[in-house]
């Protein structure tokens, strides 16, 4: 596993633990009913509805995000000759997003809610596109210290394919699981009602990678791990990578 499909890996599972954070992962199924909609009976009942509607969201918060990874690749560009220095404040800056998520201390700009509310959704499909776009314009208590993180990455990287690459994966991260539970509704809502206790211990686990990926940023020894961990890639899957 080369740098950048760990960065890929981290990124995507990133994503995952966005969608499971406590405060998005809940309200999955108002926001399947809104941007189809539709009751919760019938999203069980119109797929291709459903199916349709969640690809456009996705799409909606897909953009932003890439746009997002675009402008910080951009300014790590910008100061390429302090690269170094760039990834070592930023490892600051993770490490710190990633002890607000464990608790350890509060920030009043991420803790300020800025969703953006949509009394009534613009008509159409066009409009799930919109919706999309303002959950990831707006949601930041919930995925604001998680994103930050990745775009923090991101800027280090100062390479605007590797950028893309890894926001796109951050989206996957969070698409992936929004589409399977709106495609799947009734067995979302029986999971989530099994294991709502356990959500508080998803922000624990988003913490600590944050530290981690801080702490490998400000050692700059991400490379010393990506080599570390190809020992344990079986060469058939090493020589198509």
Same mark, same amino acid.
């Given at each position: 596993?080369?740098?950048?499909?760990?960065?890929? &890996?981290?990124?995507? &599972?990133?994503?995952?633990?966005?969608?499971?954070? *406590?405060?998005?992962?809940?309200?999955?199924?108002?926001?399947?009913?809104?941007?189809?909609?539709?009751?919760? +009976?019938?999203?069980?009942?119109?797929?291709?509805?459903?199916?349709?509607?969640?690809?456009?969201?996705?799409?909606?918060?897909?953009?932003?995000?890439? =746009?997002?990874?675009? &402008?910080?690749?951009?300014?790590?560009?910008?100061?390429?000759? +302090?690269?170094? /220095?760039?990834?070592?404040?930023?490892?600051?800056?993770?490490?710190?997003?990633?002890?607000?998520?464990?608790?350890?201390?509060?920030?009043?700009?991420?803790?300020?809610?800025?969703?953006?509310?949509?009394?009534?959704?613009?008509?159409?499909?066009?409009? &799930?596109?919109?919706?999309?776009? =303002?959950?990831?314009?707006? /949601?930041?208590?919930?995925?604001? *210290?998680?994103?930050?993180?990745?775009?923090?990455?991101?800027?280090?990287?100062?390479?605007?394919?590797?950028?893309? /690459?890894?926001?796109?994966?951050?989206?996957?991260?969070?698409?992936?699981?929004?589409?399977?539970? =709106?495609?799947?509704? +009734?067995?979302?809502?029986?999971?989530?009602?099994?294991?709502?206790?356990?959500?508080? /211990?998803?922000?624990?686990?988003?913490?600590?990678?944050?530290?981690?990926?801080?702490?490998?940023?400000?050692?700059?020894?991400?490379?010393?791990?990506?080599?570390?961990?190809?020992?344990?890639?079986?060469?058939?899957?090493?020589?198509?990578?």
């Amino acid at each position: 596993m080369d740098g950048q499909s760990l960065g890929v &890996t981290i990124s995507f &599972t990133a994503g995952l633990l966005s969608f499971l954070s *406590p405060c998005v992962l809940p309200l999955i199924p108002s926001y399947v009913s809104f941007i189809t909609g539709l009751s919760i +009976d019938d999203v069980q009942r119109s797929r291709r509805v459903t199916l349709a509607h969640s690809l456009l969201f996705i799409a909606g918060f897909t953009t932003i995000f890439l =746009a997002l990874g675009a &402008t910080a690749t951009v300014l790590g560009q910008t100061i390429v000759r +302090d690269r170094d /220095w760039i990834g070592r404040v930023g490892g600051v800056l993770v490490i710190l997003l990633g002890l607000y998520l464990l608790g350890a201390f509060n920030i009043g700009a991420l803790a300020k809610e800025r969703r953006i509310h949509i009394a009534n959704k613009p008509i159409g499909y066009f409009g &799930t596109f919109l919706v999309g776009m =303002a959950f990831a314009a707006g /949601w930041t208590p919930c995925i604001g *210290p998680i994103l930050g993180g990745v775009l923090t990455y991101t800027a280090s990287e100062a390479d605007l394919n590797r950028g893309l /690459w890894l926001l796109l994966a951050y989206s996957l991260g969070l698409a992936v699981p929004f589409l399977l539970a =709106a495609l799947m509704i +009734d067995h979302f809502m029986n999971l989530f009602q099994r294991y709502r206790g356990a959500l508080i /211990w998803i922000s624990r686990a988003s913490g600590v990678l944050l530290i981690l990926v801080g702490i490998l940023m400000i050692t700059g020894s991400m490379t010393v791990l990506s080599a570390w961990l190809q020992g344990f890639t079986p060469d058939a899957l090493r020589s198509r990578l």
